[in-house]
């Protein structure tokens, strides 16, 4: 597949700088990359590394101000990019390069049928009107994979699932067959065995089409997955490319060889686990959750089963891992178990009292003992308060756990042992990193000595590298301190680092339960193995090479 | 569901409404006697008592309520003293030119700002942007008694070209809509610009570049649909304000609409008529707001009632 041809694109020295209030500051800096026809090309990168902003001045997305193209060149197929007027790039845009997104409800239009938005693309470029456009639409979202696409035509993005509104984004952007599709991140917001299916899809279409694919992505395993090449970025600068293979098999780069090391492996090392756990900690039975939906005197009753007969039990110094696609009901288990919405029915008990019969003064003190990490470090933090007051915050609720003049000092302390500084204390969130507010929040969860944390997602929105850290933490912690953790992700390959038993969930249901190594290594339940399977295996190592064209729509998302 | 909805909204409003026409009935009657007004200052007691007879007057006023709502039931509205027909009619009489008057102040007011602010919004920081600011917010902010007066003043009375109140010609219609729309102009140039700035910084507008779609289609297009909800909003809450009667434009210009009619009434204690024109009003207004949130489902899918 690695086209001898001359690059369909090229970027020479490109360096952008973003104009904020005060400095500019350097987005990209003196980047150089080129793609072939039928060529895929990752650009790796965590947030912030300036990926998706090179990518931004190839299609002329990027504002100019506060955007600033200070030097370099755009070369497509001869025409310098750069000294493009409006009506040139837009003749591009759309018939010769074409671009999907990561968050496709967010870059639907809301208010119009998706068949209207993918007619807009012929309409743009004068290929017909009317009739005619919705023959090839129709025929557009067949070939994506869109069931009944005569019919669905007419619906609106948020009558379809997210992996089918990326199935409508991709068909929008193939519809006059670009030689260049840009994927910026296409599958970030997608549960994993949907991400399969997109994946897949997108490499029969390059197949068909020969059109040259630069995928943008911070996840490894859909580097390795999709990539021919491979550019490596970090803080704005390209820092190490080549042949996928290459690149992943032997990194030259450090920061290159330190996300490859962030990514858990089957053989990797394991994290310290409390080889004896002690007492039954918590014990969950039958545990369900039910929702009643439609509301009038005269609609039907209907019963949505969010959380339907859970149960499991977590000992002292041991973790849990609950593992689901969104919507599998794992976070309606967590928000039942602090106590933050009331169980249909079942029991749970939390050292041998029940967690639903406490009250007043009871459940103040059994919030104590219960603490949880929300996936967002963002929103799950008061942007008025300093670090301090974060921290302290339980203190003031609970008068019991400290007093007021050992306060300053368990700061620090809490600071220190979640890996930050004494003098991070005065500083606000918003001057923190993602990781770097995630250990805030587990140092204001462990500020109420705890017994359990619950964590929600608690590392699903940082980077890969970043993951690592603070899985590692919380499992020092777990060493340390004797806690136990109800793990929250959608993300399997995390927990097989971290946890000592796994709970699979799928719609509201427990389907499967095992000791971690089991489970991988021999699951029993169809899911599972989906989920396990869902995970890419890189593009050098994958034994199918050519499915027969149209396989790969088949599946339902 | 969606007759349901009206169903629904038009039950609650019901419910206001009586509440509305029990305040007006007892605050009305707080005015005085209307007998003072109507006979001549040197009538007789008995007179007096007769006409308060005649009228209903003479009964102790949770009487005259009960009375009152028993020919609601009827519908009955009772009799205008003034003018000595049903009150109702004389309010029905009034209300076309008040709403001509609205509508179409109302429909150049929106549709104006709509392309001012749409086109202000579109060049941020502009000239036509910044000169579209300035206008709007002095109308927004100019009281319309003060504009009424001075454009009196300044066309009628200095230049001579238009005439100064009344009805009939198309000329005496340019003055009233002029200073009423000003105030929706201005207000509604402000939402139409900020909404538009944001929903021009919308993802869906960057897919709308990269599909290679022409700057004028994606901002009327695609920008524009997506912020008029808000508009829609503040557009209803005005229009409302004018079919409630511009009382002070339609006074100053001598407008023979229902606010017009409101204050006369009130003045001259006509306790009938006050109360069907607050009641026309108020039926005009429940459809009004009925309109707004029917156009909401139209303009966004999302909304379904």
Known sequence: MNAPDKPILRIDKLTVDFLSEGDPVRAVDDVSFDVCPGETLVILGESGSGKSVSTGTVMGLIDCPPGDIV???????????SGLDDEGRRELNGRRIAMIFQDPLAYLNPVYTVGRQIAEVFESHGEGEGGAVRDKVVRLLERVGIPEADERIDYYPHQFSGGQRQRVMIAMAIALKPDILIADEPTTALDVSVQAQILELLRDLQRETGMALIMITHDLEVAAAMADRIIVMNGGKVVESGKAEDVFTNPSHAYTRRLMSAVPHADAPKVPRNAAPGEVLLQVAHLSKHYKLGSGPFSPKREFRAVDDVSFTLRRGETVGIVGESGSG????????LRLNEPTSGAALFAGEDIFKFKGRALDGFRRRVQMVFQDPFGSMNPRMNVRSIISEPWAIHRDILPRERWNERVVELL?????KADHAERHPHQFSGGQRQRIAIARALASEPELIVCDEAVSALDVSIQMQVIELLADLRQRLGLSYVFITHDLPIVRQFADRILVMQRGRIVEEG???ALFVSPQHEYTKTLLRAVPQPKWLRSDPAPIAGQGISGKV | MMLGYIGRRAYHSVISVIGLLTLVFFLTRLT??????????DSSLEARQAFARLNGLDQPIYVQFFQYLQNLMSLDFGQSLRQNRSAIEVALE????????????????????????????????????RVAGLVSLAGASTPDFWIAIVGILVFAVGLGMLPTSGTGTALHWIMPIVVLMLRPFGLLVQVVRGTMISALASPFIKTAHAKGMKRRKIIFGHALRNSLLPVITVAG???????????VVETIFGWPGIGKLMIDSIIQRDFAVVQSTILVTAIAIFIVNIAIDLLYAVLDPRIRY
């Open chain 1, 71 to 81: 030097s370099g060149s755009l070369v497509f197929d001869g025409t310098d990019l």
């Open chain 1, 330 to 337: 794992k976070s309606s288990i967590a928000r039942m178990l």
């Open chain 1, 416 to 420: 220190e042992l979640v890996g930050l």
């Open chain 1, 515 to 517: 000791e971690t190594e």
């Open chain 2, 32 to 41: 005085g006697d209307p007998s003072a007004l109507y006979l001549p200052l």
């Open chain 2, 94 to 129: 009034a209300f076309p030119a008040t709403l001509k008057l609205a509508l179409v102040a109302m429909t150049l007011a929106t549709v104006l700002a709509i392309v001012v602010g749409a086109l202000a919004a579109a060049r941020p920081g502009s000239l036509f942007d």
């Open chain 2, 237 to 247: 809450d005005l229009a409302t304000g004018l079919i409630n009667g511009a009382v």
